[in-house]
């Protein structure tokens, strides 16, 4: 069975959080002399000399509105990577525990467990890039305190089997965090929908990809708020900033135009999907659910080499274990995808 107070660091447990200024003093005052701003103002623009909302309650209620949960389910990061790491923090006894992700996946899972000293394991996905969810079970131990599952996973593309996201949720009594950072893309329903089933389920989220906001840097996870809790009290007080809660306030009114965005990229990437296999450089197009395509080709330094000498920069994934020979490409606007087919069938 699944209990969250097992596995929460015991220091966390007992930690107080830092109470700020906002944190003390809620009501409505003339003048605010609690929190050491500079009260002549900003030279940056307007309301920029205050500290932002550290609860970001605006925000999570809009969120909440449009994503169907509650606003206590939702968690705001400087990008989900601050998530990640929180994450860790929470549950994983530097030097002690562990954590288990999938390669070929997205790099932060690894990086973060070591800047945090938590022991990596690694299944390796199937070679159709889908979890061996016994294998994993298999390979758990006392100390797995998270399991991180990409979906759709980067850099390969597709969604991971719903049925084996299910099995893990069941049979492991650690966090599983679901990432979502391409589910926009992708034609499946969210994790976010089984939040109420699942104690253990994170699922994280962001704004860098469909929303067009990487440069503001806002994430998303999603769990039970028991979990949101903890990730709360041990966040950094104001880790949203106050541009970025008022532009994604905004940018939240404009779903219409987020999903007419989506559909173009999603337009665009179907056809790079018919495109490449044309080219005699390509090998094989593996099946994309995100806004990106892992395309194997003959010689993936060279023909790297050979876009960037024309100005058009992709990435190189061919030394990484289960993508050699592979490439991948974001789906770009219609001239940029128009240029680099032109560049790939001169190569
Ligand atoms: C799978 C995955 N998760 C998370 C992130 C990080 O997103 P953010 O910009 O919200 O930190 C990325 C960024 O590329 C990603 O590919």
Request: hydrophobic share 40%; aromatic share 8%.
């Amino acid at each position: 069975m699944f209990k969250l107070n097992d596995i929460i660091r015991p220091n966390v447990l007992k930690m107080k959080p830092y109470s700020s200024a906002r944190d003390e003093f809620k009501g409505a005052a003339s003048v605010f002399l609690d929190a050491n701003e500079n009260n002549l103002g900003s030279l940056a623009g307007e309301n920029y000399n205050r500290y932002p909302d550290p609860h970001q309650r605006k925000l999570k209620e809009r969120i909440a509105e449009i994503k169907g949960v509650q606003p206590e389910q939702i968690f705001l990061g400087n990008g989900s990577d601050e998530a990640i790491d929180l994450l860790f923090r929470m549950v994983c006894r530097p030097g002690q525990d562990s954590m288990l992700h999938l390669p070929p996946t997205y790099g932060m899972y690894e990086v973060s467990a070591h800047l945090n000293d938590v022991t990596l394991e690694a299944v390796q996905l199937t070679p159709d890039y889908q979890m061996p969810v016994e294998e994993v079970l298999l390979q758990v131990k006392p100390t797995t305190k998270i399991i991180f599952v990409c979906s759709p996973n980067n850099p390969t593309g597709n969604l991971i089997e719903p049925d084996s996201i299910e099995d893990l949720l069941r049979s492991f009594n650690g966090l599983v965090v679901v990432d979502e950072a391409y589910i926009d893309f992708a034609q499946a329903p969210s994790w976010t929908t089984r939040l109420q089933e699942f104690p253990n389920l994170v699922v994280l989220q962001t704004f860098s990809k469909a929303w067009g906001m990487a440069g503001l840097r806002l994430g998303l996870a999603f769990a039970s708020p028991e979990i949101i809790a903890v990730l709360d009290k041990i966040k950094p007080p104001y880790n949203i900033n106050e541009a970025t809660q008022e532009l994604a306030l905004q940018a939240l009114e404009r779903q219409e135009a987020l999903q007419d965005m989506v559909e173009e990229i999603v337009q665009e990437r179907e056809l790079l999907m018919q495109a490449l296999p044309t080219l005699a450089t390509v090998e094989k197009v593996y099946p994309s659910d995100a806004n990106f395509i892992l395309v194997k080709v003959k010689d993936a330094d060279g023909l790297y080499k050979s876009l960037l000498n024309k100005g058009i920069v992709v990435r190189n994934r061919s030394s990484v274990p289960g993508c050699s020979g592979c490439l991948r490409v974001t789906v770009g606007t219609l001239e940029e995808n128009q240029e680099l087919l032109k560049a790939i069938a001169a190569f």
